[in-house]
């Protein structure tokens, strides 16, 4: 595809549901990554897949959060029994080298998460 | 603890004008420094990068300024135009071990007044 894609772009949920958020990485891209983007705050890193490898989960803020990446191609992001303070946009990104610390991540529009 | 604080908040420079954005960072061992811009509704775009072998790097109007000792980098938009209002966020990441997994600014709103 032309680059990074995410869906839904906008989400509205009630506190206690789960929600899935999609992202379509760009062809070849071995490297995925999800981060938290909080209003006025910078991006916070979540997860991180690189090829088969298993993931970097470092960033998860708790055992709610998941994430898995089908066939090394199609994220999706897991967020059981949402909270208030789950709602950010999260942003997924990809890259072309698996490992690759200086190649150029490609980020999507973004998933606007909003728990009421 | 954050280990890399950007600067100001927001800026508001007039049309031609320097913009300058700075960040500073705390783990020594960061040795990726990139800018990404980011417009409303739309995810951040790499701008310009620059490891720390180097004190400057230029990409058109834009100048990234790397001060090793101080753990400080900047960038500089010379010229600033209305249509470099975004919000600019710094990064740093290990290029070894963190594989591209980069540590953020909180990000500086842009808005360049014609």
């Known amino acids: 595809g032309a680059g990074v894609s995410q869906s839904p772009s906008n989400k509205v949920t009630e506190k206690g549901k789960d929600v899935e958020l999609r992202c379509d990485p760009i062809?070849?891209?071995?490297?995925l990554y999800w981060y938290r983007q909080s209003l006025g705050q910078g991006l916070e890193f979540l997860i991180y897949f690189q090829g088969n490898s298993a993931p970097d989960k470092s960033g998860l803020p708790s055992d709610r959060f998941s994430a898995e990446r089908t066939g090394g191609s199609v994220s999706t992001l897991t967020i059981q029994r949402t909270q208030q303070e789950d709602s950010a946009v999260y942003l997924c990104?990809?890259?072309?080298?698996?490992?690759?610390?200086?190649?150029?991540?490609?980020f999507g529009p973004g998933t606007r998460l909003t728990v009421l | 603890q954050q280990q890399v604080k950007q600067s100001p908040q927001s800026l508001i420079v007039q049309k031609g004008g320097i913009s300058i954005i700075n960040c500073a960072y705390e783990n020594t061992a960061f040795d990726y420094f990139p800018w990404y811009q980011q417009f409303p509704g739309k995810g951040p775009a790499l701008l310009i990068a620059i490891r720390p072998d180097v004190s400057e790097k230029k990409e058109g109007r834009f100048t990234i300024s790397f001060n090793k000792s101080a753990k400080q980098f900047s960038l500089h938009i010379m010229d600033s135009q209305p249509g470099d209002s975004a919000t600019y966020f710094c990064a740093a990441s290990i290029i070894d071990t963190n594989a591209g997994k980069s540590t953020f600014g909180d990000g500086t709103t842009l808005t360049v007044k014609p």
């Open positions: 990104a990809s890259s072309r080298l698996a490992g690759g610390g200086t190649d150029t991540q490609y």
């Open positions: 062809s070849g891209h071995t490297a």
